[in-house]
């Protein structure tokens, strides 16, 4: 039913932007895949490896991802990403399923030629610089409530680069599954409701392959039971 004075307006007229709130916090996960950690040359974690993306850094579906001016090697990460649907503080394994509200995909962009930091004899990953690039960063295209997904842990997720399959994998191929991860996060730190967990990628980025993105390229991640997250790429 159309409300009195309504303007109907068409889908391709409206841009969409993240679903997710300004004051939220985007949670991430690295090396959350047997495969993608070795193909990164990061070795399988022993307990999750968090950190954070800033608001800033995200935009909707549809809209476009930004070429960052201080990198030349822009990769997409595929993600299944889960938005929690109320505070979780110390919550268990068992308890977990219960804070979370819906499920929705990230395309986790990372700088590969900021990723590394040298320290002398040895490199650490630098999770900031590589990850918290302003508008590289796509989420959505939507928010898929829990109770229409069967399985969080058997879903296809699917990468392509301009029609080209990059990565195909199942999220039941986690090295920490979902509630192993709010359980470690919120013995850490309190989980709000309307923060999003992004789970990791799997195999098969394109940085490792020297594929990186460049203007004109688009991007889509399909998850199984949430939808197609397809974005362009721009330069600044």
């Known amino acids: 039913m159309q409300l009195p004075g309504a303007k109907i307006l068409n889908h391709k007229d409206v841009s969409f ?26 070795g399988v974690p022993k307990t999750p490896v968090i950190f954070f993306k800033p608001y800033p850094a995200l935009v909707g579906p549809d809209q476009p991802i930004i070429m960052p001016p201080v990198s030349s090697k822009l990769d997409y990460e595929g993600e299944m990403a889960v938005m929690i649907g109320k505070d979780a503080r110390n919550v268990s394994r068992a308890d977990a399923p219960a804070h979370v ?7 986790d962009t ?5 990723q590394w930091v040298d320290l002398g004899k040895n490199r650490i990953v630098d999770w900031f610089c590589s990850k918290a690039l302003d508008q590289s960063s796509p989420i959505g295209p939507n928010l898929t409530s ?4 069967q399985d969080l842990h058997k879903l296809h997720i699917k990468t392509t680069l301009n029609d080209r399959v990059m990565q195909d994998a199942n999220t039941g191929l986690m090295v920490f599954d979902t509630w192993q991860l709010i359980e470690f996060i919120s013995a850490h ?15 098969g980025v394109g940085g490792f392959r020297e594929i990186f993105l460049k203007a004109g390229d688009v991007v889509r991640v399909e ?3 949430v939808g197609a997250l397809e974005n362009a790429v721009v330069n600044a």
């Open 110 to 114: 990372t700088a590969r030629d900021l």
């Open 189 to 203: 730190a309190t989980l709000r409701a309307g923060d999003v967990i992004a789970t990791g990628t799997p195999f």
């Open 101 to 107: 509200a819906a499920v929705t995909i990230v395309n």
């Open 17 to 42: 932007g993240p679903p997710i709130d300004t004051g939220r916090m985007i949670f991430a996960v690295g090396a959350n895949y047997r495969q993608h950690a070795e193909e990164a040359g990061l």
């Open 146 to 149: 829990m109770r229409a997904i």
């Open 223 to 225: 998850l199984e039971g």
